[in-house]
């Protein structure tokens, strides 16, 4: 598995930097989480930054079964990238005896992760119609979706 995670930075105050007369050449720099001297004044971050701004999370994991550390591992991501072998329960002894996964425990993962979406991905060669089976998997996690080749996703910060 893997996971991918873009931070983001705290939004900047410009109204409180003037307020504080910290000259604008400087603004930039705190923004970037600088402390700046001038003139013996200290100017630093936590004067005009605001609280810490969700970032974004992708997190991709395929071969395995659904141990407990993947909640973990891809708590609260944007966009879970997962594993469903096999559609139908009936797979289940297959699924443990090849280390994989099925499309409602990969959508179990997802719901205890508190991710936003999952794409289930990684069909065994004899799933011909996965789409018979991904019901059972939206009544557990609603936002799943079966991928496909070329899928694409834009995920964007949250807005303030």
């Not at 995670?5 to 705290?10: A, V």
């Not at 071969?63 to 009936?90: H, K, N, S, W």
């Amino acid at each position: 598995g893997y996971t991918l995670e873009i931070e983001r930075g705290r939004k900047f105050d410009p109204a409180k930097a003037a307020e504080l007369g910290i000259p604008v050449p400087f603004w930039g720099r705190l923004q970037k989480e600088e402390t700046i001297t001038y003139e013996e004044k200290v100017f630093t971050p936590d004067m005009v930054l605001g609280i810490p701004r969700r970032g974004l999370k992708v997190a991709y994991c395929t071969d395995t079964r659904p141990v407990d550390g993947l909640v973990d591992f891809i708590q609260g991501a944007d966009l879970f990238i997962g594993e469903g072998m096999y559609g139908d329960a009936e797979s289940l002894p297959k699924a443990e005896e090849h280390r994989h996964m099925l499309f409602e425990e990969a959508a179990a993962l997802a719901q205890k992760g508190g991710v936003k979406e999952l794409w289930l991905t990684h069909y065994s060669p004899s799933l011909n119609e996965p789409e018979e089976y991904i019901e059972a998997a939206r009544k557990i996690f609603p936002a799943t979706k079966l991928g496909h080749d070329r899928m694409t996703a834009k995920l964007v910060f949250d807005k303030e």
